[in-house]
């Protein structure tokens, strides 16, 4: 069983449609993360929140909305996506932000297979 | 720039053979390491860490690693494959403190065991 919980775990989505992932941890971290991951491909990351606080936007498109309302949630908010944004989703945790304690490893969901139709 | 290299994108070894995955990388201020592995259907899990101290590393399932500065590599290293060691694995770098850093992924190295 993993710490961090997403949901859901499976989407399909129209190009016009407007949903939202979720992502939960119980562990205490105070920074979360939001990554894309291609199939055969590493994750791509592409939000940091550092205690709440958006800390890193990869260059994401503006279709890509995250939020982070309180230290255990963070959800990534889709409006009008293409058919290259399908792709697994993947939240992590960790106790600190990268750059602040670099050495805190990152605890990883199992994601969001989403498809854009 | 921190950097990471993963030659090869599939590694095949039998039941009970030594299991290599070799990482190489590149960093303007000394690393902090990880590998992760990936099995289908999942998110990353840990496998272990390098920060500081000791330069060879164990992990879970049996997986160890040695940081070797001189040769800018941390290759993951298991005595025996088991079939259950089928997956992808990922090495990936960070700057310490002090770094506006990110972690960087290598590519990925699928590993497959036989029977």
Redesign the interface.
């Known amino acids: 069983d993993?710490e961090?919980t997403?949901t859901p775990k499976h989407l399909v989505m129209g190009m016009t449609n407007k949903k939202s992932l979720k992502c939960e941890q119980h562990m205490g971290h105070r920074a979360m993360y939001w990554y894309k991951q291609k199939a055969?491909?590493?994750?791509e990351?592409m939000f940091?929140y550092s205690y709440e606080k958006l800390s890193?936007n990869e260059s994401v498109p503006s279709r890509f909305s995250p939020e982070c309302p309180n230290s255990s949630l963070l959800n990534l908010h889709l409006h009008a996506l293409q058919p290259e944004d399908s792709a697994l989703y993947?939240c992590?945790s960790s106790r600190e932000a990268?750059?602040?304690?670099?050495?805190q490893?990152?605890?990883?969901?199992?994601?969001t297979r989403l498809s854009i139709l | 720039a921190q950097s990471v290299t993963q030659l090869g994108?599939h590694v095949s070894v039998s039941e009970g053979a030594l299991v290599l995955l070799r990482c190489n990388y590149s960093s303007s201020v000394p690393p902090?390491l990880?590998w992760?592995v990936q099995y289908p259907?999942?998110?990353?899990?840990?496998l272990l860490?390098y920060?500081?101290g000791a330069t060879l590393v164990k992990g879970i399932n049996g997986f160890e690693a040695e940081f070797k500065k001189s040769e800018t590599s941390f290759h993951l290293t298991k005595p025996s494959a088991h079939m259950s060691d089928a997956a992808?694995y990922?090495c990936a770098v960070?700057?310490?403190?002090?770094?506006?850093?990110?972690?960087t992924?290598?590519?990925?190295i699928?590993l497959s065991v036989r029977p």
């Open positions: 993993t961090v997403q055969k491909k590493p994750p990351l940091v890193i993947l992590a990268l750059g602040q304690w670099g050495n490893p990152q605890h990883f969901g199992d994601g | 994108s902090y990880f992760y259907n999942q998110g990353l899990q840990l860490k920060t500081t992808e990922f960070s700057e310490k403190p002090g770094a506006n850093s990110k972690l992924f290598g590519k990925g699928t």
